[in-house]
């Protein structure tokens, strides 16, 4: 974890999170050749349904990811879902394990506000986002959402059982 690095809760629409959000449709654009099309709003992470987190480093927008509340769906969700979305770190921040720091914010957050299994969905060209998330212990689950019928799409969970306490949102130490 870096020293510099600081998280903090923003809405969906927060200048740094659209900056953030831009740069990873970029991304998809890149590798799939494409933008993300699942509907998103940024009432669907406000608290306590959904959280958005901007990380800094130095000052700057670094890292993003976010967590909405999902229940059964005919769009393979299951109660008590929270819908990992946007996670990033920019190519110039990367190895420094922010994207492990927010995941595991994103994950507290979501089973203090009651939520039992976060679930993504991602894609075999991006095979660092499947690495961190089977390294922090995510499995295959049913596929679900925009993406459950596409043939390079990866759905991955993990119940958030036992997780703990909210790490505190100032400067690490």
Same mark, same amino acid.
């Given at each position: 974890?870096?020293?510099?690095?600081?998280?903090?809760?923003?809405?969906?629409?927060?200048?740094?999170?659209?900056?953030? =959000?831009?740069?990873?449709?970029?991304?998809?654009?890149?590798?799939? !050749?494409?933008?993300?099309?699942?509907?998103?709003?940024?009432?669907?992470?406000?608290?306590?349904?959904?959280?958005?987190?901007?990380?800094?480093?130095?000052?700057?927008?670094?890292? +993003? !990811?976010?967590?909405?509340? *999902?229940?059964?769906?005919?769009? !393979?969700?299951?109660?008590?879902?929270?819908? $990992? *979305?946007?996670?990033?770190?920019?190519?110039?921040?990367?190895?420094?394990?922010?994207?492990?720091?927010?995941?595991?914010?994103?994950?507290?957050?979501?089973?203090?506000?009651?939520?039992?299994?976060?679930?993504?969905? =991602? !894609?075999?060209?991006?095979?660092?986002?499947?690495?961190?998330?089977?390294?922090?212990?995510? +499995?295959?689950?049913?596929?679900?959402?925009?993406?459950?019928?596409?043939?390079?799409?990866?759905?991955?969970?993990?119940? $958030? +059982?036992?997780?703990?306490? $909210?790490?505190?949102?100032?400067?690490?130490?």
């Amino acid at each position: 974890m870096d020293i510099r690095a600081e998280i903090r809760t923003v809405r969906y629409d927060h200048p740094d999170a659209v900056a953030l =959000t831009e740069r990873v449709q970029q991304e998809y654009v890149l590798r799939y !050749g494409e933008p993300d099309a699942t509907p998103m709003d940024p009432a669907h992470f406000d608290p306590p349904n959904g959280l958005f987190l901007v990380c800094y480093l130095d000052g700057d927008p670094v890292a +993003t !990811g976010g967590w909405r509340a *999902k229940d059964a769906s005919r769009d !393979g969700h299951e109660d008590g879902d929270a819908e $990992l *979305k946007r996670m990033f770190v920019v190519p110039e921040a990367r190895g420094r394990g922010l994207a492990r720091r927010v995941l595991a914010e994103l994950e507290t957050s979501a089973a203090t506000a009651g939520r039992r299994r976060m679930v993504l969905e =991602t !894609g075999e060209l991006q095979p660092e986002a499947i690495s961190l998330y089977t390294s922090c212990g995510y +499995t295959p689950v049913a596929k679900f959402g925009v993406y459950r019928d596409a043939p390079l799409s990866v759905h991955l969970g993990r119940p $958030l +059982t036992g997780v703990g306490a $909210l790490p505190e949102r100032s400067e690490a130490r």
